[in-house]
């Protein structure tokens, strides 16, 4: 049991925890304390000075952020002598830049403005605008703005702490400090990976996104927490809206899975796809398609499949698909119409261990990483993160793969796959040893990873995105077109080139398509049902450590599209097998069949 403290802030008798910083213990017990540089997922280093308290027995102000409390101290957080040395704090930050409140992006969201506001500077007491300060547009999708900087740091600590890519740092001195990228290279030639990190934590108008700058500050928009479907690590996301168009993409910090971490992936290339959506049903006759109803697209597909044997029906998933459209799949076309040709666009990875397998977050206790057959840091970006932070701490890693892998320059060893037992060896001596493997793992590989079921803590990196959940309904047993008539792809908004789909059907079956996007295989369906994507339906998806992740609609679909499950479910009341869906339910049913 954690040893408790009791002190006193502001006459208040409270308790902390023995070695909690001054800060915490006053946050946890709802008294203020202003900050500039603290942020809650970064280390504390007083930089900004903003949070200095005053401490019976201390000669000097001390910065809250970092001082631990002890038993019996009397801490005041609003005397003069504290309320004087902020202002002077405040008068010396806002005289070191150009901060001009009207013209910055963030005005109205600014955490220096509020302390501005709070502090009533309404004049400089300190000479400003004495100098210009240069601006980086360089990124394809955030902008620098030196003219904002407080040099706080915040930054430059979630690039080293949190994504450990160790892009930004500080050059020069004094005032003249200005935060750089790899040795004062512009921003966008750099080595970021545009995972975004530094904007969100940024507490001003140094750092903004392009997409969403001057579109609104947060009381004039809308939040709504949701899930990343881009991976299958399911991030935790804030999707930000305003009159029905989403603005932004920002990571949960309340979300287990990332902890506030996103990659490009997940915060940006969704905002910046460019393929053309559809919007509403399609039917192919006479060589064209045309727009059909609602109506008319599932009766023609009942009337399709009422017409034609179970065995000649086939459906193929992508991994794009939902909890519920996955289900659905299983229980009216495996249960109910007997259709036993059905398969997932993606591959699946083997199972080798007969233990549960562990959390993300264990691979930071690890002495010794294997990465077997998978290639995060391109696949899987925050996953990437989470195990160079490893490495940071003094983690070794080894790559096994025969492929060109995005970790290979991180590891202390890159071997093949023939070589593996090498790395075994290693791992065996190791203390806590961690597996992460894919699909792409040999049957040589699995025979030796065995040898450290005993010992090892594992997590198997599925391709796709909701490929857990289609492994664990049985949706992968074995997909064969070659005598198919009928032939459901539900594709969502996965890629799709359509020459692997397309290289075994027969030229007279009839294909359904239901996709979010137009692409090869939509032109040549006989019926395309338009599917909503990420932002435009509540649903659920299952992640790599078997977690249910919900997502939540932020905005309308686009024209007539439909969630993925809602399409399926009017399928299932048109052939008379009315199957009712929640999100409970088909939890219950993903969690049942993972164990």
Known sequence: MEKKVPLTIDGKNVEATAGQTILDCANENGIFIPTLCNHPALSPIGACRMCLVEIKGQRNLQTSCTFPVTDGMEIQTDSKAVIDARK??????????????????????????????RYRVDHWVFPTYTKAFPLDATHKYYLMEHNRCVLCERCIRACDELVANHTLGLRQRGSESMVHADGNIPLGESTCISCGTCTQVCPTGALFYKRSAFMGKDSVTKQVKSTCNQCSIGCGTEVVTRGGNVLCIMGDWDAPVNKGLLCKMGRFEPLYDTRPRLTKPLLRGKGKSEEISWEKAIQTLAKQINTIKAPEIGVLAGSYSSNEALYLIKKLFNQKLQVSNIGLINTVAPRIFNKVQSKLE????????????????????????????AVDKGARLIVVDDKKNGLAPFAFMNIEMADISTAIDVARRAENPFILYGADITKAAIAELKKLEDKVNYIIVESGVNTVAAAALGLNNGYDPAAL?????????????????????????????????????????????????????????????????????????????????????????????????SIDEVSTEVIKSLK
Request: net charge negative.
């Open 88 to 117: 002077l704090v405040l008068d010396m930050i806002f005289s070191e830049r150009n901060h001009f409140c009207p013209y910055c992006e963030m005005s109205g969201n600014c955490e220096l403005q509020d302390l501005g506001y």
């Open 362 to 389: 264990d691979i930071t206790k690890s002495d010794i990483i294997l990465v077997v057959g998978s290639d995060p840091l391109n696949d899987q970006p925050v996953a990437s993160f989470i195990i160079k932070r």
């Open 485 to 581: 008539k009928l032939v459901y792809v539900l594709l969502g908004e996965q890629n799709c080139a359509g020459d692997d789909l397309f290289k075994r059907i027969p030229q007279n079956a009839f294909i359904v398509a239901q996709a979010s996007y137009l692409s090869e295989l939509t032109e040549k369906a006989d019926l395309v049902l338009p599917a909503a994507i990420w932002s435009e339906q509540s649903s659920s998806l299952t992640n790599i450590e078997g977690r249910i992740q919900s997502i939540n609609k932020a905005v309308e679909p686009l024209g007539e599209a439909k969630p993925d499950w809602e399409a399926l479910q009017l399928l299932s009341i048109q052939l008379g097998k009315d199957i009712t869906v």
